[in-house]
């Protein structure tokens, strides 16, 4: 009864999501295609019809090969589950390893094939979007040899990191009792808050160059902000974005007192000092409303529910007959539920995205609204605006779309939000 009614849900989630995702999708290109021809009149001032169209372009190159790419991978999530492909993986690996070298063994080697054979299937798209896509509308600086490179360094980094974390968690899974998933959800905040200190310090410079910002004058600029903010970073960094893609950004890691400063080169390149600033001042908004905060302990909640839930599955067997794998009775089958869970979870979860991105939309206008306190909410204007057409996004998507998937207000939603503040400091502290 109960493999017949989880079989159920989630084939009817998986066509549900789809059929959202396609609708959606194609709202979208639509809406874009439709606004094609002219600019919007708030922009025609500042944006060319060039640069407009380029823009449309762009996105619906990428919104057709989204489309392509959701249906493959919806083929390939039935493949893995219902239509018996990870039975068939795990079947083949179990009895390959778990004889001669145990439980762990097989376990890890399950969970290493399935990454390898993941990636292998999204390589040809992640070439298409490098090679193809960004590439004809003169984003990507990769090289094949960078390409390469890139990904042993991604594999060997991935399993130096994910291996013994893996293991932990196997481990733990075994061994914990009942209780098994409130000791692997410690594991892993604990594992998040080490990458969160690894990252800026050890794992980043691996893939890129990162040099202490050497303009002094605005050096200067950005350190007197941070003075008038409180704020306090161990360092500003620029970093060789432009070694991978044209695509400008700005953001910080670490936490505490061993914060960073990380500028693309990409960013200085194309905005003036005032405008970096006023991006600056955006970024430390977020830190201000504690939003990297409160980001991070609702991504904490969430996975401690995603835990307990993965307990009291892993203990039913109708969970793996249900999505088209048979549990072992003399072998462990943890990292089994593992993959289970991680290939279905995304197929419910997209039905919780809006909110997610709605309260991240709400994050972005107080980060506006907070730089626009502390330095010119006109030099912000100037430096999103000089962003979304260097990026070529869209200044016309469509509503809906935008509610759904939208990590970012538009540009025009942002601008009329900057515009109704005001368009600067309003009492500059002398
Ligand atoms: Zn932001």
Redesign the pocket.
């Known amino acids: 009864m109960e493999v017949f009614a989880l079989t159920l849900l989630f084939a009817a989630a998986l066509v549900a999501s789809m059929l959202i995702k396609f609708w959606l999708a194609t709202r979208q290109m639509r809406h874009v295609a439709e606004h094609r021809a002219v600019v919007p009149s708030a922009f025609a001032a500042s944006i060319s019809l060039p640069a407009h169209q380029k823009a449309a372009d762009y996105t619906l190159a990428k919104g057709r090969f989204g489309l392509l790419t959701m249906a493959f991978g919806a083929t390939v999530l039935v493949g893995w589950t219902l239509l018996g492909g990870l039975d068939l993986l795990n079947t083949a690996v179990r009895d390959a390893v778990q004889p001669a070298w145990g439980d762990m063994a097989y376990q890890l080697a399950l969970l290493a094939a399935f990454a390898v054979l993941g990636s292998l299937l999204d390589l040809p798209f992640e070439l298409y979007s490098t090679f193809r896509i960004e590439q004809r509308f003169g984003f990507n600086r990769m090289t094949w040899k960078l390409y390469l490179a890139d990904m042993l360094k991604g594999t060997v980094v991935g399993a130096i990191i994910g291996l013994p974390l893996a293991a932990l968690i196997l481990w733990i899974m075994g061994a914990a009792g009942s209780l098994w998933w409130l000791w692997a959800w410690g594991a892993w905040v604990g594992f998040n808050v080490l990458i969160l200190v690894l990252y800026p310090t050890v794992i980043a410079p691996l893939f890129n160059k990162f040099e202490p910002l050497a303009d002094e004058s605005l050096k200067a600029r950005v350190q007197a902000l941070m003075a008038r903010c409180g704020f306090a970073a161990k360092g500003l960094f620029v970093m060789d974005g432009s070694k991978r893609s044209a695509h400008a950004n700005a953001y910080f890691t670490g936490f505490g007192a061993a914060k960073r400063v990380v500028f693309f080169d990409t960013l200085l390149n194309k905005l003036s000092p005032s405008e970096v600033e006023a991006v600056l001042a955006?970024?430390l908004?977020?830190f201000k409303h504690k939003h990297v905060t409160k980001r991070m302990v609702a991504m904490f909640a969430m996975s401690l529910a995603g835990f307990a839930l993965l307990g009291w599955l892993t203990s039913q067997s109708w969970f793996y007959t249900a999505l088209g794998v048979q549990p072992s009775m003399t072998a462990a089958n943890d990292a089994l539920a593992l993959l289970l869970f991680l290939l279905v979870t995304p197929v419910f979860g997209f039905f919780v995205s809006p909110m997610l991105a709605q309260l991240s939309r709400r994050?972005?206008f107080e980060?506006?609204a907070y730089a626009c306190e502390q330095t010119s909410g006109a030099d912000l204007a100037a430096a999103l605006l000089k962003l979304h057409e260097d990026n070529a996004a869209t200044l016309t998507p469509d509503p809906l779309y935008v509610r759904f998937y939208y990590s970012?207000p538009p540009a025009s939603e942002r601008l009329a939000a900057l515009a109704s503040l005001g368009t600067g400091p309003a009492a500059a502290p002398a």
Request: charged share 35%; no cysteine; aromatic share 0%.
């Open positions: 955006h970024e908004g977020h994050h972005e980060a506006d970012h």
